[in-house]
């Protein structure tokens, strides 16, 4: 028998692709989501299967399950900057109120708990590439900063219930991650210069495009996620690509893989915009023997064709 694993956000971009894996390794998993920013065509295809189970619920109410639970998966939450501009208060509740009411389940289920928190804990960092033991630089009331400090609260009250209440916790920091699924109009770089190429419109690309990105395709990820829930590892854990490249390289990759004749189009940075990010994974390959696996050329390619069926190219 499979472990019993509860998914919040299980109808999101990462976490479907976490329902499916774990499914496919012979796990039971119950997705919750009130489809906020998931979508209900993530999980389509496991509607049915006799090991999965889907309910739509906002974490940020009152989570009851009847069912044994030996680990939960808190992936709930907006996650690109267009999602939490829009919804900041739904972002700031889902990060602490959300957080609050699933390890309160985990204690009560005596369940293994895995935080997703993000690199954006590290702000616009001042230490290069980041490692879990730098604090970050966050602005806390600048415009980013409902997520940033969602997360960093998330990871707080996550080590308080390990160290106060003795759930087993864990904490994964998520670096820049893509893949099938990702919402076409996201707002992020990938989707968003894939969408622009295909359809032969210029690439927005912020500032003068050389803020550096770490990209981690979602096979990847899910990888680096599982063998963190599978350990008995408490801090936290980064899991990205630390293949660093600037933003306008990433664009000029997807003209040339798309073979579109897109432009590169500047508009002005956003407020609070990192100008870095790489993770330092030192510990993920130490503790959990993972790194990543899938060129970023294999993954843009792959995401590309996704992106063409759903486009209609």
Known sequence: MGKRILITGGAGFIGSHLCEHLIRRGDRVIAVDNLLTGSPDNIAHLMGHPNFAYMNLDVTGYVYVADEIDAILHFA??????????????????????TH??????????????????????GDPLVHPQNETYWGNVNPIGPRGVYD???RFAE?????Y???HGVNTAIVRIFNTYGPRMRIRDGRAIPTFLAQALKGEPLTLFGDGSQT???????????GITRLLDSDIHDPVNIGNPVEMTVKQL??????????????????LPVDDPKVRQPDITRARTLLGWEPKVTLEDGLRRTMNDFKARLGI
Not at 101 to 122: H, I, M, N, P
Not at 156 to 160: C, D, E, G, P
Not at 213 to 223: G, K, N, T
Not at 251 to 268: L, Q, V
């Open 77 to 98: 939450s907006p996650a690109s900057p267009i999602d939490y501009m829009e919804l900041p208060i739904q972002t700031l509740k889902v990060g602490s109120l959300g």
């Open 101 to 122: 009411k699933a390890l309160g389940l985990a204690k009560a289920k005596k369940a293994r708990f895995l935080l997703a928190s993000t690199s954006e804990v590290y």
């Open 149 to 151: 400090e969602a997360k």
């Open 156 to 160: 707080a009250i996550t080590m308080a």
């Open 162 to 164: 390990h160290r106060y």
């Open 213 to 223: 990105r770490s990209f981690c395709y979602a096979s990847d990820l899910v990888d």
């Open 251 to 268: 664009g000029e990759e997807i003209i040339r893989i798309s073979g579109s004749k897109s432009r590169i189009e500047h508009r002005p």
